[in-house]
């Protein structure tokens, strides 16, 4: 049976801690999602929004059909607390802007980002850099889960977007929605 790699675990791990622990200490007031209008990054945003829900946590979403630089600006230019960008790879220059925000950024993805990516107020979860392939809304699905085991039974929203992105559904993932009864094979 296929399963995740530790190295992957271990930073979507630690990516929930630290979320959490921003949670905990910062009460933020406002979490902005961005997510690609696709079925990967709508399936994302609807598991970040179900879990965000779970945590009484306030939102609001937009699902852009790019995230370029226009959609940068708008971004800075609004109020918000912290942020997930799902399903958008980002260039080295949008990047940049977002760090320069200094405002806490979480980017949950899979996309090729090949630049150094290490930023203080950005938490980058990425597939891609961990060699797993996998959609964005699978990372977002095991960021849920690594935050609470009840996210346990979002694994088939997170296998939709899998099927959107034509990607090879993992077994572990699947056995999550079977063991959830949403989802059966036949």
Not at 42 to 69: C, G, Q
Not at 145 to 155: G, H, Q, T, V, W
Not at 158 to 178: C, F, R, T
């Amino acid at each position: 049976m296929e399963v995740l790699g530790e190295r992957f675990r271990q930073v979507v791990y630690d990516g929930a801690r630290e979320f959490l622990g921003l949670v905990e200490t910062k009460n933020p007031r406002m979490i902005r999602i961005i997510a690609h209008n696709d079925t990967d990054g709508i399936t994302s945003s609807a598991i970040l929004m179900r879990v965000l829900k779970r945590l009484n946590l306030r939102y609001w979403l937009s699902n852009p059909k790019v995230f370029d630089l226009d959609e940068v600006s708008k971004l800075e230019k609004e109020e918000w607390d912290l942020a997930f960008i799902l399903d958008f790879g980002l260039s080295e220059e949008k990047y940049k802007r977002l760090e320069r925000t200094g405002r806490k950024i979480f980017v949950l993805d899979h996309h090729i980002m090949d630049f150094p990516a290490e930023a203080k107020n950005i938490t980058l979860i990425s597939a891609y850099r961990c060699d797993e392939k996998l959609s964005a809304s699978a990372v977002s699905y095991l960021f849920g889960k690594a935050l609470s085991e009840k996210n346990k039974d979002l694994a088939y929203i997170g296998i939709l977007g899998l099927l959107g992105d034509l990607q090879k559904v993992p077994q572990y993932i699947l056995k999550d929605a079977m063991d959830e009864k949403k989802v059966s094979v036949r």
